[in-house]
């Protein structure tokens, strides 16, 4: 019987994040795509997380947003956490510049609707220090294609209700089961000083840093980041 790994993705993303990932993972494990539910604030969707769940403990990845929304489960249900795996995200609060954008653009939504994602954006969560490739490409067109599936009713609901965060590191230091949190060394979109002040006296705390700038991690950084998951998930 293949373990289960529960995983819930970030902003305007799908299932179609983790598709890179699935043939490296799926001989071992049975792959388990979690959405957001739109309306519900982090209590709430911890929650509904918890009432989803038919195991006592799961195995929880998140990526970005996702890995915001799984920590915050876990220090609400800690019994019910198996391992944690965060991808691509530093649990605590947003600063204020970018809480003040994400307000602006809110609001702007709200006003003239909401026009999708801009390529620019898209290949500002990708590495491009290579230029554009044939690979690099595709995952632009692949983050833009979950955008617009998604479409304006979940961009307003992510904005308007997973913007406001608090610092999680205290509760990740108490955790008592394994934690891994896997992000580029160079993601704008990560705190590398908040992550450098996570307390691991008690080592079951892992840190993974990989080269590059890449946000889009379960794309681009595949094969590693399914490898690191294997271990994580193994206990090796």
Not at 68 to 74: D, I, K, L, N, R
Not at 139 to 153: A, K
């Amino acid at each position: 019987m293949r373990k289960k790994l529960y995983l819930i993705a970030g902003t305007m993303c799908n299932e179609k994040l983790w598709f890179e990932m699935s043939p490296y993972l799926d001989d071992a494990f049975e792959l388990i795509y979690l959405n957001v539910p739109k309306g519900k604030g982090f209590d709430e969707l911890a929650q509904y997380y918890n009432d989803t769940f038919t195991e006592d403990k799961v195995n929880l990845i998140g990526f970005s947003l996702g890995g915001y929304v799984a920590t915050y489960f876990a220090k609400c249900f800690p019994e019910r956490i198996e391992k944690l795996f965060v991808i691509s995200n530093s649990p605590t609060s947003l600063p204020n510049d970018e809480l003040n954008q994400r307000r602006d653009i809110l609001k702007y939504v709200k006003a003239h609707g909401y026009k999708g994602m801009s390529r620019k954006k898209a290949e500002n969560l990708l590495d491009m220090s290579s230029g554009v490739t044939n690979q690099t490409e595709r995952f632009v067109e692949l983050v833009m294609t979950m955008d617009r599936e998604l479409g304006e009713s979940e961009f307003v609901s992510q904005y308007q209700y997973t913007s406001e965060r608090e610092d999680l590191s205290p509760a990740i230091r108490q955790f008592s089961f394994t934690t891994h949190i896997y992000y580029s060394e160079n993601d704008k979109l990560i705190n590398p000083q908040w992550l450098a002040g996570l307390s691991n006296d008690y080592g079951r705390l892992s840190l993974i840093s990989t080269k590059g700038s890449g946000h889009m991690l379960p794309l681009e950084k595949a094969k590693e980041l399914s490898n690191h998951i294997k271990m994580w998930a193994l206990g090796l």
